[in-house]
């Protein structure tokens, strides 16, 4: 018996409609199946939902129902309890998705069989520094990003930058962001940031709009420790995987290092990146 956590798209009915045929399935073969508790009433299981703190432990494997933001969330949920995740693809073209609806059950039957490989992601960790320069103890973890950008209605920001202690340069930007490999293709890539195979270790950092002639990525070790304050009199908005986390004040900031979690992505065969920049791109042959 193996035990099953659904997340479910909930703006997508399709979603909730597979994950009530996928519950009565397992169930039926014998395995448990849990859900967060909002994903659980909205598919009419409230039997079934869990308090999303006591979600990710003791799962065998997390099953996301939707797209790359849902992938994002069951990451951010079972990342820390090391729990597999198969994602199924019910947005358009997804870079994280491995599984297309029409191949669920063969996906899940082979996952039950071993028939599958784990493609661990690098995650960054995100920890808030106070104006004393001390550090939250618990980092919120990334599959993306982190984006310290000016407040909606402000204009750029100071934000200063030191890498493993020391001082490397002030911006003055609209923002900047820290990405992982497999964020490269997010907002970053729209930034014109580097995009990098998902699979390498390495923070990006790209500047957003940048008033000041150096305005080119890095791309660092990852266990570079990038610190960035917020400098100036204007304050920065935190965005961790595209979710606001925090308002900064000035003298307060960020530090962003590789994280010692890993996302852990259940493929059922080689991925082939370049296929999928290809197809997302409309790339041709010549």
């Not at 079934?48 to 849902?70: I, K, N, Q, W």
């Not at 890539?189 to 305005?215: C, E, K, N, W, Y």
């Not at 979710?243 to 065969?269: K, M, N, Q, W, Y």
Request: net charge negative; with cysteine.
């Amino acid at each position: 018996m193996a035990s099953f956590g659904l997340l479910l798209h909930h703006e997508r009915p399709e979603a909730a409609g597979l994950a009530v045929e996928v519950t009565s399935r397992l169930e039926a073969e014998g395995h448990r199946v849990c859900l967060p508790r909002t994903d659980a009433v909205g598919a009419g299981l409230a039997d079934r939902g869990v308090d999303e703190g006591r979600f990710g432990p003791d799962l065998d494997v997390a099953v996301s129902l939707g797209g790359d933001g849902s992938m994002l969330r069951a990451v951010h949920l079972v990342a820390a309890a090391g729990v597999p995740i198969i994602g199924v693809n019910l947005g358009q073209l997804g870079y994280l998705t491995e599984v297309e609806p029409a191949g669920l059950w063969d996906a899940l039957d082979r996952f039950l069989r071993g028939q599958h490989s784990i493609e661990a992601r690098m995650l960054l960790a995100v920890s808030r520094v106070d104006a004393r320069g001390g550090t939250d103890p618990g980092p919120l973890l990334a599959l993306n990003d982190a984006v310290l950008e000016k407040t909606p209605l402000g204009h750029t920001v100071r934000l200063d930058v030191s890498l493993d202690d020391r001082p490397f340069t002030p911006y003055a930007a609209d923002g900047l962001i820290v990405a992982t490999p497999t964020g490269s293709t997010a907002y970053n890539l729209s930034a014109r940031g580097p995009i990098v195979a998902p699979t390498h270790r390495a923070l990006l950092l790209t500047p957003v709009s940048p008033h000041m002639l150096f305005d080119r990525s890095l791309v660092l070790e990852p266990d570079t420790r990038l610190r960035i304050t917020v400098g100036g009199h204007r304050p920065a908005s935190l965005a961790v995987d595209g979710r606001i986390a925090a308002e900064l004040a000035p003298g307060e900031g960020i530090e962003c290092t590789a994280s010692d979690h890993l996302a852990r992505l259940v493929t059922f065969g080689p991925r082939d990146f370049p296929h999928i920049l290809k197809a997302k791109f409309g790339l041709n042959d010549r």
